[in-house]
């Protein structure tokens, strides 16, 4: 999903070097699967210079320090890489639970970030971190690379030229089908001996060892404790889409269900929810199955992840997934089925945004500012399905309404001794 990009004639020298004044130092904590992509993206540059990698399992980090021996040392503590004063920016790029807390220790440290999604767990870690990455003033970039992609941006344009007329509801959805076994069960094991599990735990509940869940971010998915199921897990790329393109704010009542119904595993995170928000004009659905990978327009007939966003217009509807979209028109009321032009400029590429955004103190299309806006709809449906009821949301005053058990619920308590930042909030 990263474009080519041309480096700014600024930050070269005449023979293609650059200048020591215009490089980024850069540092990344965990570098599993996403991590070590996005560090890719962001190292083929030539003002990039790694100095910094973390990671609490030594074989992980191993073949990453190989890549960067020349300029980079290795950590086991995060908190050690932050305090180098020569960092300027991190990849946090750890299993979901750690995100928050590891943001918010970053811009503390005067380290701008690029945070992968999900971005928190919990409405009050979305806020926290939001309101941290503003006091200290730093670069935030939120990993949900789809919002790139050309596609997005032509599904964007035709929403927001008005030809599908008022949208009032807009569906959407990630199935796939891991059968009744789902990632199956793991041997009750100590952890490997280079690995620290009990930092890998960290604020989360202890629990033992388990090689599943350990292994990578699509398990993760399967435990609630650490990753709040799939519905953070790929939410943060689908309602993006709905979010920018008709520029939504936060929900007014979120209403989750679902349950852990099929799947027999090690995990525990719902294998169904169905997700209503409510906004003050529309209404936005969001149907998650890992039992079932039907996907309507978007393929049948085999076990495949599928996933869509429907939106329902007056004169039509328009559904797109990540590559490609589609108009179906409501009979005659379609009268200008012609795409609009071309209105928004290609991205140079998620991570190159980001380092250029590092570099000229603006922020870039899916920082903190604006993603909260996606990951509090996500984080409050996790709240409502803990619940096992509706949540309501005052967007101007950014507080949960008339449930006492909701406000304490949407808070997490951290394993000590670790603890939450509520002075963010």
């Known amino acids: 999903m990263v474009a080519p990009t041309i480096i700014p004639s600024s930050a070269l020298g005449r023979d293609g070097s650059v200048a020591p004044s215009e ?17 890719q993206n962001c190292a083929r540059y030539p003002d ?3 100095t910094a990698i973390c990671d609490v399992w030594k074989k992980r980090s191993d073949p990453v320090m190989k890549q960067h021996k020349a300029t980079a040392r290795e950590y086991r503590d995060y908190r050690e890489l932050l305090a180098r004063s020569d960092v300027d920016a991190v990849i946090i790029a750890t299993p979901p639970h750690w995100h928050a807390l590891m943001a918010i220790d970053a811009v503390e440290a005067g380290k701008d970030i690029y945070l992968q999604k999900p971005m928190t767990l919990y409405p009050a870690e979305t806020l926290a971190v939001r309101n941290a990455v503003n006091k200290h003033g730093r670069i935030s ?19 927001r030229s008005g030809k599908l007329g008022p949208v009032n509801v807009v569906r959407t959805f990630n199935v796939m089908n891991q059968g009744p076994g789902g990632i199956g069960r793991a041997p009750k094991e100590a952890p490997p001996a280079d690995l620290d599990w009990d930092m890998w735990l960290g604020p989360a509940p202890a629990r033992s060892f388990n090689s599943l869940l350990a292994g990578n971010s699509y398990n993760h998915c399967s435990f609630w404790d650490y990753s709040r199921g799939w519905t953070p897990g790929m939410a943060p790329h689908v309602i993006d889409l709905p979010v920018w393109a008709l520029d939504l704010g936060v929900p007014t009542m979120t209403s989750c269900t679902g349950g852990r119904r099929v799947i027999k595993d090690d995990g525990d995170a719902p294998d169904s929810q169905e997700i209503l928000w409510q906004y003050p004009d529309l209404t936005m659905t969001w149907m998650m199955n890992m039992a079932n990978s039907f996907a309507f327009d978007f393929g049948r007939g085999s076990r495949e992840r599928r996933l869509g966003i429907y939106f329902h217009g007056v004169n039509g509807t328009l559904f797109s997934d990540y590559s490609k979209h589609e108009i179906v028109a409501e009979g005659d009321l379609l009268r200008d089925n ?7 400029a290609p991205s140079p590429g998620h991570e190159r945004e980001w380092l250029d955004c590092i570099k000229s103190r603006t922020q870039p299309s899916c920082s903190v500012n604006y993603h909260y806006k996606v990951d509090l709809a996500i984080t409050l449906a996790s709240l409502s399905h803990e619940l096992g009821r509706s949540v309501r949301f005052d967007p101007e005053k950014e507080t949960i309404v008339g449930d006492d058990e909701a406000v304490k619920l949407a808070q997490p308590v951290y394993r000590e001794p670790w603890k939450f930042p509520a002075r963010y909030l």
């Open 141 to 159: 970039q939120i990993g949900t690379q789809i919002h790139a992609g050309a596609n997005y941006r032509r599904v964007v344009e035709w929403i």
């Open 23 to 39: 490089r980024i130092n850069l540092g990344i904590i965990g570098v599993n699967g996403m991590g070590r992509a996005n560090l």
């Open 338 to 344: 012609v795409p609009p032009a071309e209105s928004i």
């Open 48 to 50: 990039v210079v790694v």
